[in-house]
């Protein structure tokens, strides 16, 4: 009888055990499944000038949680001068920027959104901007060893963009529903392709061959602009079918306009006014993004409507890093005065 009772002592202990591991593994999966809790602790208003949500204030509008770095102490002010004849666009190596002051600002990598970038690559973008009674322009400039000016497989493209809001308290976040901003957004890429033509197969690679296409016109490799123009040789380029502002092969302008309301909703702008222009020079590229003076702009309106109290958010690509979409660095909402 004793080791009857000693094998059922045996017998307990192993069915003990075994319940109180799977006791441990229920648990552990159940705290490793369960969404983080995010306390939001009331504190200084972080919303910056004109009511423009900060961090926190972001996630409340439709943004994920997680925030930039920002450094310490107010932000810098970026002072649109006037002036009796802004630089002319064509040259944004011109001596004639040198008279006026710029501003130093903190770039931080995108970490708001996925893709995120994970480190940053560009610190500091200098930012000089003057009005004259027609026109504004900005010239940026930031520190690049070399240029990436060619997109493909695996290769990206160097950018810049700059971002307003067009209503009160619309996150630097892109926005937000109901709460517009409008980009302007200049690439590497496109500067190339207008001031070389556009950068396809051949250009590329000067010395390939590839196979017979029935539609296309000219000698082989057929360039996408010109070979391929006529409607049976785009039957399968469906994105040049469409329209794609993307897919443009006869690009004159190397910038692009675009408005959004959030993550993921920003949308082309056709027919943009505001022209730009890249060149990189000494390990440095200086661009230059400029906007006539329209009353019926609404962009324009929203610079009239308080010249003292705009707002302005910035973001740097660097191509040799593969940045590309959400993968860039970025900067909250900065003052912007524009002098009268």
């Not at 969404?35 to 961090?55: E, K, L």
């Not at 061959?209 to 996408?224: M, S, T």
């Not at 082309?268 to 730009?276: D, F, I, K, L, N």
Request: aromatic residues 8%; proline residues 8%.
């Amino acid at each position: 009888m004793k080791r009857d009772f000693d094998d059922r002592k045996i017998l307990i202990g192993m069915i003990g055990g075994a319940a109180l591991i799977v006791v441990t593994m229920i648990t552990a999966i159940f705290l490793v499944s369960r969404r983080p809790v995010v306390v939001v602790v009331p504190g200084a208003d972080n919303a910056g000038r004109s009511g423009v949500a900060g961090p926190a204030d972001s996630a409340a509008a439709g943004s994920p949680s997680t925030t930039i770095a920002v450094p310490e102490g107010p932000p810098p002010e970026i002072t649109v001068a006037k002036v009796a004849a802004a630089p002319a666009i064509e040259d944004p190596l011109d001596p004639a920027w040198d008279k006026f002051a710029a501003v130093e600002v903190d770039l931080q990598p995108q970490t708001v959104a996925e893709p995120m970038l994970a480190s940053a690559t560009v610190s500091k973008l200098r930012v000089q901007a003057v009005r004259d009674d027609n026109r504004y322009a900005w010239r940026l400039n930031w520190a690049k060893a070399q240029p990436a000016d060619v997109s493909e497989i695996g290769r990206f493209s160097d950018a810049v963009a700059m971002q307003f809001p067009l209503v009160d308290g619309a996150p630097y976040t892109m926005g937000g529903p109901g709460m517009p901003v409008r980009m302007l957004h200049w690439k590497a890429v496109w500067q190339r392709d207008v001031d070389e033509g556009f950068q396809g197969l051949a250009a590329l690679y000067p010395n390939t061959d590839v196979d017979l296409y029935w539609f296309a016109q000219g000698k082989r490799p057929h360039a996408a602009s010109g070979s391929l123009d006529n409607p049976q040789a785009q039957q399968w380029m469906i994105a040049a079918q469409a329209d794609n502002p993307m897919a443009d092969t006869s690009r004159e302008h190397p910038i692009e306009e675009l408005t959004a309301h959030g993550f993921g909703s920003s949308a082309h702008v056709e027919g943009t006014s505001s022209r730009a222009r890249g060149v990189w020079s000494d390990g440095q590229w200086y661009v230059v993004i400029d906007r006539p003076i329209n009353a019926n702009d609404p962009l324009i309106e929203r610079f009239d409507s308080d010249p003292d109290k705009q707002m302005i958010a910035f973001a740097v690509w660097d191509g040799d890093n593969a940045n590309r979409g959400g993968r860039k660095h970025i900067t909250n909402w900065l003052p912007m005065r524009i002098a009268p």
